[in-house]
T-cell receptor, first 116, second 114 residues
Framework: AQSVSQHNHHVILSEAASLELGCNYSYGGTVNLFWYVQYPGQHLQLLLKYFSGDPLVKGIKGFEAEFIKSKFSFNLRKPSVQWSDTAEYFCAVNAYGSSNTGKLIFGQGTTLQVKP | DAGITQSPRHKVTETGTPVTLRCHQTENHRYMYWYRQDPGHGLRLIHYSYGVKDTDKGEVSDGYSVSRSKTEDFLLTLESATSSQTSVYFC?????????????FGPGTRLLVL
């Protein structure tokens, strides 16, 4: 079965530090890839998505992610984090052609704490 | 934000009682989903709907049923709530553009089963 793995469960950074959150998935076919963010007490919001084309995807609030097909990875990056980036981040995959076509598979989430 | 509302937003209930959660959308999207969110598990799909009266099971469907009698409403029912169903429940919608589907999430319902 397809799965998504986020290796960093809890990340603590100081403001202005750079961020990279790892996401790996297990599926060899066509994928759509997503990063969602959940601020404390709020619902999931879409940060960015990859469907096809340029593997470097830019999202809202200065976030970007790079799709590396050979590594089955879709890591999230931000060059300089702010206190307001404190949130939980979820990677999700839609694996087309699998038994899970159309069903988002989520990673476990990474909690990011940014210290002022 | 997508026009999705969930009700109630918070609920406390007792083991063995039935509970119904409602998801309402104003986007006229065909696809609707129910997820539960638990620490260490991310979000897991409970049930989904691909049209009025068309539903299917997700990864964690045991103990849950759903109904969709109108495009805009998708109901999740816990027939007899158990403590293991204490969770945060999120509804999502999408228009299922082929190979470019994006799901948008509602505000969530926090359910506590005592």
């Amino acid at each position: 079965a397809q799965s998504v793995s986020q290796h960093n469960h809890h990340v603590i950074l100081s403001e202005a530090a750079s961020l990279e959150l790892g996401c790996n998935y297990s599926y060899g076919g066509t994928v759509n890839l997503f990063w969602y963010v959940q601020y404390p007490g709020q619902h999931l919001q879409l940060l960015l998505k990859y469907f096809s084309g340029d593997p470097l995807v830019k999202g809202i609030k200065g976030f970007e992610a790079e799709f590396i097909k050979s590594k089955f990875s879709f890591n999230l990056r931000k060059p300089s984090v702010q206190w307001s980036d404190t949130a939980e981040y979820f990677c999700a995959v839609n694996a087309y052609g699998s038994s899970n076509t159309g069903k988002l598979i989520f990673g476990q989430g990474t909690t990011l704490q940014v210290k002022p | 934000d997508a026009g999705i509302t969930q009700s109630p937003r918070h609920k406390v209930t007792e083991t063995g009682t039935p509970v119904t959660l409602r998801c309402h959308q104003t986007e006229n999207h065909r696809y609707m989903y129910w997820y539960r969110q638990d620490p260490g598990h991310g979000l897991r799909l409970i049930h989904y709907s691909y049209g009025v009266k068309d539903t299917d099971k997700g990864e964690v469907s045991d103990g849950y049923s759903v109904s969709r009698s109108k495009t805009e409403d998708f109901l999740l029912t816990l027939e007899s709530a158990t403590s293991s169903q204490t969770s945060v429940y999120f509804c999502a919608i999408s228009d299922r553009a082929p190979y470019q589907e994006t799901q948008y999430f509602g505000p969530g319902t926090r359910l506590l089963v005592l």
